[in-house]
């Protein structure tokens, strides 16, 4: 490229700016092969899986959403109510999902030993605890590694988190990272505020000095380095980004998921998902209830996810696309079944739930369950890890996967976890 | 120019050779001083490592230009580029030893803030890693320690000792007494899964201070090195009078940590031998005392040292006696040679640099085992340990592979054989640190840069940060670090053209444009621009229609962005 600045004298200004302009067509794709692409959608969406984790920071209180005790002493003030998937209640104020659970999975055995915020976290999203000598990838990561493969003509980073940073992607390397944007799709510093001709004059700058690094033959990392950065010009003008603006659907679908930070999130990973994204995690947070449990649920918390969770399974459902999307949610824990003083709810490890959806999972069922004051897992308990070999095998990842972490040594994909075998048909 | 400054410089390094001869009793050549300064390691080096092409049939690339020298030895020293200024001073200057005397100046009291502040971030990702939520963890209160301890380039075994033997409080605040930056190694590495067993302060101690990683053995029998289950748990048992207290004040939250010191009564209850359990993998529950690395084995008591009424002294500090033991290891300054030399040639003698054992041999054992004795004999100063490798010939040659040298490629698994000097991305604070040198970002901005100074670098460092175990040799970019370096807000401030900006001082001066384009090339990359570049920057010059400003602001935005002044070459 760097070739077209041996610019011959009198040639015209005009002359010139079409050459620029040329160059910068080489660094963007061919419009018309997306467009073919774009046309094959349909055929393409079948084609595709993706997973989407709904992570509920703060440890969301189960007990009084997904594995309800009424008349116990810890069952605390809601009722529970009978749903779309025979013999499976969960709580009345999840009405909306009520009409769902005949496409979803409660895991009523979950059993993890992490009641810290930061722990819990990383040992929900990496089936990993921490540990400072090896940083293990997340869900999101591990999925977009193994998954990315199948979109081909794929521009938009193989993992988006909205709404917050997730965990990292660990020894997989920062191709794996998640790309974080707000609920409304916005990625942070796109916009550089120039126009779009002057940027491509100054990628053809850049282009020169990139060039004649790489050719002085000083290794791989300046190659490196040139990739990135075609793949982040190739964003900045890619109609794929379109997927992000999340505010052009309909009124009726902007509605249907409610209108709030997690509604939007969620119909832009149904969005993402639908453009070939293999992983997308939307956070809700806010479910620290130390205090004030039940008014802060009913009034707050619960009718957001209510909303927006059952609009999102019911879209992917009514687009054919559940098949194919697996949806996962949880939180780093859940909440003690004893109400405290201040009318709430502390860290609790030892007996909670999960639910899951869509992709290879058995629907309309509940697996496992809690003694009578939901303090003991009564049935076989699981892990973060059984729970992380179940999603990867609904989405037909191969367990037997092995990295290799930086320091050398072998590491099993989902940390060895067992396949919840309920989750199964 | 300063002729006499020179001089007097020059005088102070042949003081220093003239020591070293009679400290090394080594006899050099006399048409020595270009090759080695007269300084007995760099000769070790440059000898062990030219016999490592030789045997490799390699021939080494050719040096490094003035600039490239220059650049790199600012950036690895004292954490940035160089400025226009100290880059010309250096290129124009012609003494046979400028080399050594810049080496000298940034080991001294000019650069003596700078030099603190670099190492302080290398040693803050070492000890405590990136994580900024361990609640145990004050990464002020580290650093406080840590700028302290190597401005001072205090002595490397006494720097290993304060750390791993620290007692105190982690957070320096107004009334809180006891004050320890260096508790802030151990604080947050004390308790695991809710059980205060000590499991992380034993693996990063044993990692980051004698190159082991016993990690692997608290489970079971390591499957490639000879560490055995029962060797992590005896050097686990140095930590168990060790207790990292939450300190609270108010409501829940912790306000700070106390590491202290307390007898351990064992878990069988009988503290003159306090011992603990561990689990084998079939079950069986093991017994273990505090038993060194080699083999050496302490007092079993759990008691810390006091007197009896009699005066008949008993007990024993066991992270004390732990550090003693380290101070004599073999493996102590092999550990830290490989670390240094890793940080400055892009790769250790072994892969990763923490790693010793007859499972991962060096890369050039002889070398590693030389430069570790002379670093104990030169009473552990680091600033000599570096002094030596920045002037030895591996780090003066040029990045440029030829034919002859490219099959050393130590990205493909090669052992490294330091032929051509490797690439490797600038960390998140070096790059940074050189923004600022090379744009004076902060001081377009004027007061508000500096409030924005630390709001700009924690975005850096979420963008860019790598946890310690990554590899700077790879680049790991992603697409949100080249979209902050291409839109970000610091980027933004450091190509505005506003008044008094670096770009406005550029443009203003009456000299060529020519030379205006220069300017900018060896503000960012130490060299002048090609041909090529050349015409590109006409280009941009032609496009935006004579607005000099203008076109400088985009040729600025692609030589910042670009590899080669990203990746320290």
């Known amino acids: ?425 | 120019m300063c002729r006499s400054n020179c001089m007097r410089r020059f005088a102070a390094v042949s003081l220093r050779v003239t020591v070293i001869l009679v400290a090394g009793a080594a006899t050099l050549p006399a048409r020595a001083a270009d090759e080695h300064f007269g300084i007995e390691p760099v000769r070790f080096i440059n000898e062990q490592i030219t016999a490592g092409w030789s045997d490799a049939g390699l021939q080494p690339a050719a040096a490094a230009t003035d600039g490239e020298w220059c650049r790199r030895v600012y950036l690895d020293l004292v954490g940035r580029i160089p400025s226009v200024a100290e880059l010309d001073r250096y290129v124009h200057d012609s003494t046979p030893t400028k080399r050594a005397e810049l080496v000298e100046r940034l080991l001294g009291e000019e650069y003596e803030d700078e030099f603190a502040r670099n190492w302080t971030d290398v040693w803050t990702t070492v000890l405590i890693g990136r994580d900024t939520q361990n609640e145990q963890v004050s990464r002020p209160g580290m650093r406080q320690w840590l700028r302290r301890a190597l401005a001072k380039n205090i002595p490397y075994d006494q720097f290993m000792e304060e750390l791993v033997t620290a007692t105190g409080v982690n957070t320096n605040r107004k009334g809180l007494p006891g004050f320890n930056g260096a508790a802030n190694f151990l604080s947050g590495k004390m308790v695991e899964m809710g059980v205060e067993n000590g499991v992380q302060a034993t693996a990063k101690t044993a990692q980051i201070f004698l190159g082991v990683q016993v990690q692997c053995t608290q489970c079971h029998n390591h499957p490639f090195n000879k560490g055995k289950q029962n060797q992590f748990w005896e050097l686990n048992a140095f930590f168990r009078q060790t207790r990292s207290l939450n300190r609270e004040e108010g409501s829940g939250a912790v306000q700070f940590v106390e590491l202290v010191d307390q007898d351990f009564e064992g878990e069988g209850k009988n503290p003159e031998e306090a011992e603990l359990y561990y689990e084998l993998r079939n079950g069986l529950m093991k017994v273990a005392y505090p038993v060194f690395i080699d083999g050496t084995e302490i007092s079993k008591t759990g008691y810390l040292p006091g007197k009896m009424e009699d005066g008949t002294p008993y007990g024993a500090n066991r992270r004390q006696e732990l550090a003693k033991l380290i101070k004599t290891s073999p493996n102590f300054p092999k550990a830290i040679v490989n670390r240094i030399w890793g940080h400055f040639l892009g790769y250790g003698f072994t892969k990763p640099v923490d790693d010793l054992g007859d499972h991962n041999p060096p890369s050039h054992p002889e070398l590693l085992d030389g430069l570790a004795e002379r670093f104990r004999e030169q009473s552990f100063d680091l600033k000599e340990l570096m002094r030596w490798i920045v002037l030895s010939k591996p780090y003066s040659l040029s990045s440029k592979m030829s034919a002859k040298n490219a099959s050393d490629d130590p990205s493909v698994g090669e052992k490294p054989k330091f032929s051509h000097f490797y690439l490797r991305q600038m960390q998140a604070e070096q790059l940074y640190e050189s923004l600022l040198t090379a744009t004076e970002a902060d001081k377009a901005a004027g007061e508000e840069g500096a409030r924005k100074k630390d709001t700009w670098m924690s975005q850096f460092v979420i963008a860019f940060g790598t946890d310690e175990g990554d590899e700077a040799t790879t680049f790991n970019g992603s697409i949100p670090q080249v979209l902050m370096m291409f839109n970000g807000e610091l980027i933004k401030q450091a190509t505005s053209t506003g008044k008094g900006g670096f770009l406005d001082k550029v443009a203003g001066q009456s000299i060529p444009n020519a030379a205006k384009v220069e300017t900018l090339y060896k503000a960012a990359l130490a060299r002048k621009p090609s041909k090529n570049e050349t015409a590109a920057a006409n280009a941009l010059l032609v496009a935006r229609k004579g607005d000099v400003a203008g076109a400088l602001q985009d040729i600025w935005w692609a030589v910042l962005n670009s590899n080669e002044f990203i990746i320290n070459h």
């Open chain 1, 1 to 425: 490229m760097s070739r077209l600045f041996g610019v011959p004298d009198g040639m015209s200004r005009r002359h010139f700016v079409s050459h620029l302009a040329g160059a910068a067509a080489l660094a963007t794709p061919a419009t018309a092969f997306t467009n073919t692409l774009l046309a094959n959608a349909a055929d393409m969406k079948k084609r595709h899986k993706s997973a989407i984790l709904l992570w509920m920071g703060g440890g969301p209180s189960t007990m009084d959403i997904w594995d309800l005790k009424p008349g116990a002493p810890t069952g605390g003030e809601f009722k529970q109510i009978s749903t779309s998937a025979d013999g499976v209640a969960i709580s009345e104020h999840m009405p909306l999902m009520a009409k769902q659970m005949h496409h979803m999975a409660i895991v009523r055995s979950m059993s993890t030993r992490e009641a810290d915020h930061m722990r819990g976290r990383y040992y929900m999203h990496t089936g990993y605890v921490p540990n400072p000598n090896v940083e293990y990838p997340g869900y999101g990561s591990v999925i977009a590694h193994e998954l990315a493969d199948q979109v081909a003509d794929l521009e938009i980073p193989p993992f988006v988190s909205v709404g917050g940073g997730s965990v990292g992607a660990g020894f997989l390397g920062m191709t794996w990272a998640p790309f974080v944007v707000d609920s409304n799709g916005n990625v942070r510093n796109l916009d550089g505020g120039i126009d779009r001709a002057r940027l491509e004059q100054r990628l053809a700058m850049l282009s020169a000095i990139e060039d004649k690094f790489i050719t002085e033959k000083r290794g791989g990392a300046s190659l490196e380095h040139k990739k990135v950065l075609e793949k982040t010009t190739k964003l900045m003008s890619s109609s794929q980004m379109d997927a992000f603006k999340v505010s052009k659907e309909p009124k009726e679908m902007l509605e249907k998921y409610g209108e709030n930070g997690f509604g939007r999130g969620c119909l832009l990973a149904r969005r993402l998902v639908e453009r070939g994204v293999p992983f997308v995690e939307v956070d809700l947070g806010g479910w620290d209830n130390h205090a004030d449990i039940f008014t802060t649920l009913r009034d707050q918390k619960l009718p957001v996810l209510d909303q927006a969770m059952s609009a999102l399974v019911s879209d992917l459902s009514d687009r054919g696309m559940l098949d194919d999307t697996v949806i996962m949610w949880m939180g780093e824990f859940s909440r003690t079944p004893n109400i405290n003083g201040g009318g709430g709810r502390d860290h609790w490890a030892r007996s909670w739930s999960t639910v899951v959806g869509g992709g290879g999972f058995k629907r309309g069922i509940v697996v496992g369950e809690t003694s009578a004051d939901g303090k003991e897992v009564v049935t076989e308990p699981y892990t973060s890890q059984d729970l992380m070999a179940s999603v990867l095998k609904s989405l037909g990842i191969s367990l037997e996967t092995t990295f290799t972490a930086k320091n050398g040594r072998p590491m099993k994909i989902a940390n060895s976890g067992k396949v919840i075998k309920e989750l199964f048909a």
